[in-house]
């Protein structure tokens, strides 16, 4: 006599069986939905973006644009020259990277083999504490601290003013500082302890293990966080527009007052400028500039990032 159960019952799942299946099934479609929300999103910005900056060309060379220095464009009569903003964010966003990437490595470096798990404890969630402090604070804290007792002392080339882009870009390396500490960390977190333990048992101090073993297995990832950083600067509003001020200077010295493309959009877009004018819609030719640049670091850093990676088994 066969005491076998028929097919239908061998194969039906169970009830348990049954819900997991039904919530992967939710949070497949969830995690679809999320990815072509941010896809969406994005589109929207370009297609906001894009008709405005045509029409401002439509009515301003792009060649005046380009290659001219003064940029006064909500004056009269106006100036267009968009090279005071490009000069001013890469000033600001070059000064806030020296300080940002390698402070973020020592400090990552730190947290990854020099630190005591207790201190590690209470550190990292520290600085993650850090990273969350609304600007507008860091802004004050540049016009209040970092103005007046570190870019004034440090900055031997010339005086420093009440505004300037050294201590915008002081301040915006500190803020993105805590940033790119904890990309850099978990991108080292990730590098196998087996090839850490493997350099200790050949004889490798702490220092030639982080710079020898675990910076270059973990380069992928610290490229990464560096673009990262790069990004938030060029993107930061609120501090450039407290400590360097709101005139576009066409100059590389970084103890003068400087405005960079994301500071003059937050001053322009504050609705002293009618709607139709070629005053408002400067503001989306610079935001299209900028999502350009922007967009272009993260290309490259998808570039870099394929280049150096490691994978490991």
Wanted: aromatic share 12%.
């Amino acid at each position: 006599m066969n005491s076998t159960l028929p097919e239908k019952h061998i194969l039906q799942p169970s009830g348990l069986k049954l819900r997991q299946q039904r919530t992967e099934v939710v949070i497949k479609v969830l995690l679809a939905v999320i990815a072509a929300s941010c896809v969406l999103i994005t589109t929207g910005v370009v297609v906001a973006l894009v008709r405005p900056t045509i029409d401002f060309f439509g009515e301003v060379g792009i060649t005046e644009f380009l290659f001219t220095t003064d940029w006064f464009p909500l004056y009269e009569p106006p100036d267009f020259g968009v090279w005071p903003l490009v000069v001013g964010t890469f000033t600001v966003m070059l000064i806030a990277v020296i300080i940002a990437v390698p402070g973020g490595l020592f400090v990552a470096f730190f947290l990854s083999e020099y630190a005591s798990p207790r201190t590690k404890r209470y550190l990292k969630p520290f600085l993650e504490i850090l990273a969350g402090v609304p600007t507008v604070v860091f802004g004050f804290f540049a016009l209040n601290f970092i103005a007046p007792n570190v870019a004034r002392k440090i900055w031997v080339f010339s005086d420093v003013g009440f505004y300037s882009a050294l201590a915008a870009g002081i301040t915006v390396g500190l803020m993105i500082l805590p940033m790119m500490t904890t990309l850099a960390e978990d991108a080292m977190a990730a590098v196998p302890r087996s090839l850490i333990d493997g350099a200790y048992a050949l004889g490798a101090t702490k220092r030639e293990t982080c710079t020898g073993v675990i910076f270059p297995a973990g380069l992928s990832g610290i490229i990464a966080a560096g673009v990262i950083a790069m990004s938030r600067a060029i993107g930061e509003t609120t501090i450039v527009l407290l400590a360097a001020g709101s005139t576009a200077n066409f100059t590389f010295n970084a103890g003068e007052p400087m405005q960079t493309m994301s500071s003059f959009i937050g001053f322009a877009g504050l609705g002293d400028q009618p709607t139709d004018s070629t005053g408002y819609r400067t503001i989306f030719a610079v935001g299209s500039m900028l999502f350009i640049i922007t967009f272009g670091l993260n290309m490259l850093s998808q570039r870099i990032v394929t280049r150096f990676r490691e994978v490991y088994e």
